[in-house]
């Protein structure tokens, strides 16, 4: 199938999701949006030529947690929600997107102004009340992407609203692999690319796996500065754990198994979008 037919049936899966948000989100329950939210998701990853594999998924948390990880692409977001859809900390820009940023305002996306200080604190309150409400947010502490073959340092700023609602918090970790089994930078969305040349890149990288890992969740502390290092250390030792562990992938292989069975991921149900 040629890369303008998959684009074009990306593009019908989005609208599908707009559908889906003003039609049956209003009838659903918290629990059946999510999971309408996960089945869509997956979906969207399947037309993008991608699987889901979760490692350690026995540690996750599911409710008050702060979710942080690497960033590599749009495609992240997708991935994160498609193991367990989670509101996101988004940059401004995004909310002008056509579809994808009227979805992402519709899934309590949170939007930062990252170039107003003043900003930055406001969406600090607002996550620290959303996590004390029992919810659960995700943020990319990079503060933008990288081709996920190393990490940039975590920024602690954010971090502040896990501490002020001591709430823990839960690292996990992205890598993208290709059929041969090698590190694949083709999800990346870095530089001076634009939204379409990363869409391309993937679509012509062939199958493509998304390994996500639940790293064990940290406990709240009075440091921020401290948790954002534990956290970055986390992730670090994940990705290198990844790279190099067969018998890990080989244990994570069936619990995507799982997921994939479970989930419907092959109908069109389900939704998330936003980029940070």
Not at 21 to 36: H, K, Q, Y
Not at 72 to 80: A, L, P, Q
Not at 96 to 104: D, M, Q, T
Request: charged share 20%.
């Amino acid at each position: 199938m040629g890369v303008t037919l998959r684009k074009l049936r990306l593009l019908v899966h989005l609208l599908y999701g707009m559908w889906i948000v003003a039609m049956r989100f209003p009838r659903a329950s918290a629990s059946e949006r999510s999971e309408l939210n996960r089945v869509w998701s997956l979906e969207m990853l399947r037309l993008s030529g991608m699987k889901l594999v979760v490692h350690n998924d026995e540690a996750r948390l599911d409710a008050g947690v702060l979710v942080v990880g690497n960033h590599i692409s749009w495609i992240d977001i997708y991935v994160i929600n498609a193991w367990r859809p989670t509101p996101f900390v988004s940059k401004a820009e995004i909310r002008k997107w056509p579809v994808v940023g009227w979805l992402a305002h519709q899934l309590d996306t949170v939007f930062v102004q990252r170039e107003k200080r003043s900003d930055a604190k406001r969406i600090m309150h607002e996550l620290a009340e959303r996590l004390l409400a029992g919810e659960m947010m995700c943020v990319f502490p990079e503060g933008t992407t990288t081709d996920g073959r190393s990490l940039l340092p975590f920024h602690a700023n954010l971090f502040q609203a896990a501490v002020s609602a001591s709430c823990p918090v839960q690292p996990i970790c992205l890598m993208y692999e290709d059929a041969q089994g090698r590190q694949s930078t083709a999800p990346a969305y870095i530089g001076d690319m634009s939204l379409n040349d990363s869409l391309d890149a993937l679509l012509r990288a062939g199958k493509v796996t998304a390994h996500l890992y639940v790293c064990d969740p940290l406990a709240p502390g009075a440091d921020r500065r401290l948790l954002a290092s534990e956290a970055q250390a986390s992730v670090s030792a994940a990705l290198d754990r990844m790279r190099g562990a067969p018998a890990v992938l080989s244990d994570a292989l069936a619990v995507e198994a799982v997921i994939t069975s479970s989930s419907g991921c092959g109908e069109n149900h389900g939704l998330q979008t936003g980029e940070g």
